[in-house]
């Protein structure tokens, strides 16, 4: 990433989709994860085409309008709304003259810069090194400095492309052990919880569920109006109304999260699956909060969670009017959760009430149980 203490990259965004409208709302969100990358933003560039171009996702026209904004502004980065294949990557450099990022490194790094535990640290870059692996340049070879002796020396032949992807394959396996020694414990941790029941918070990133973790279970857990400020699985215990459980925060979730992320953080959202009950915390103010339901029910079936008894918790509601919520509610009806609830996490509504329905859940659960 950049050094930041020293200069605020200058940014350029730029989508390719048929419909400019759609393209609009994406770069939207991308603005956000920039935002959280501390970057600026200077223009966006939409190009309407009904499939990417496949040497440089843009086409040619297109690169040499963005070629020319970039020579005549301060332009640090070019930010990509899609993933590039490698090739895409390498022709828009040599256009652009200009550093290329598309949405998935743009996440790796903000995941990279929030983590904050060993076990985080070591997911985030397992996965990103799993992505730049086939997208390699010249940047990799500093890795040779890192943990003594990994890779070797090459051979008088060698091409530095080949020593760079040995050192990236030796620390991927690296890594790979790492995660397995961490999990290991964590497995033993959640082994030592498995008679208590379980209530996990699930969401779109900035749904508010740090916000909702603080208060149900009164504890201190980072809450920021950014993506992605929370990396690491919490877990606290609540007691209320007599009633005991572990409430546990996540990782929230985002359209076209990274597939080797998902992958790397499983032993993380294990939480999700081993839950008895799951808080679907959604933001029911954002204007896409129909298509962040989908997304976090999408991934909660690629962890296979989907079937997992659900509250849907529907944050942010004191930023709506009446008539807003009547709509809203039409649609939650139709939904698969057991229960829906109207919440808001900055004016405590109906905090309590949803604490109640956990509660009366868990005795319910217990009796059957019996």
């Not at 499983?266 to 699956?273: A, C, D, I, N």
Request: proline share 2%.
């Amino acid at each position: 990433m950049f050094d930041t203490a020293h200069k605020i990259p200058q940014a350029i965004l730029i989508s390719v989709h048929p419909s400019l409208e759609k393209a609009k709302d994406d770069l939207k969100e991308l603005k956000q994860l920039v935002n959280t990358y501390h970057a600026i933003v200077l223009k966006d560039f939409i190009q309407t085409l009904k499939i990417p171009d496949t040497k440089t996702y843009i086409g040619k026209g297109k690169c040499e309008e963005i070629a020319n904004y970039i020579l005549e502004n301060s332009v640090d980065i070019c930010i990509f709304d899609d993933d590039l294949s490698p090739s895409q990557t390498k022709n828009l450099e040599k256009v652009l003259q200009c550093k290329i990022m598309d949405r998935s490194l743009l996440i790796f790094e903000i995941f990279s810069n929030n983590a904050k535990t060993s076990q985080a640290k070591v997911q985030v870059e397992l996965a990103k090194l799993q992505y730049m692996l086939p997208r390699l340049t010249r940047m990799w070879t500093h890795l040779e400095r890192q943990r003594g002796g990994i890779g070797s020396k090459s051979g008088a032949g060698e091409k530095e492309i080949e020593t760079d992807k040995r050192l990236i394959r030796n620390r991927i396996a690296l890594l790979k052990n790492e995660l397995k020694e961490i999990e290991k414990v964590a497995n033993i941790q959640r082994k030592n919880r498995q008679s208590q029941f379980r209530v996990t918070l699930v969401g779109y990133t900035n749904a508010g569920k740090s916000s909702l973790m603080n208060l149900i279970a009164k504890s201190d857990v980072l809450s920021e109006n950014k993506l992605f400020a929370t990396l690491d699985t919490t877990v606290r215990k609540v007691i209320w109304n007599q009633t005991e459980f572990l409430l546990a925060d996540t990782v929230g979730f985002i359209k076209k999260l990274p597939h080797h992320l998902i992958e790397s953080f499983k032993s993380t959202l294990s939480e999700v699956k081993d839950a008895d009950l799951l808080l679907h915390v959604v933001d029911i103010s954002s204007p896409h909060w129909e298509e962040h339901i989908q997304t976090v029910n999408k991934t909660l079936e690629n962890l296979g969670a989907h079937n997992k008894p659900t509250f849907l918790v529907l944050n942010k509601s004191d930023l709506l009017n009446p008539e807003q919520i009547a709509d809203i509610e039409v649609f939650v009806n139709s939904n698969s959760a057991i229960e829906k609830m109207f919440i808001s996490t900055t004016e405590n509504i109906n905090v309590n009430e949803l604490k109640n329905l956990i509660t009366h859940f868990i005795q319910e659960y217990h009796k059957m149980k019996q």
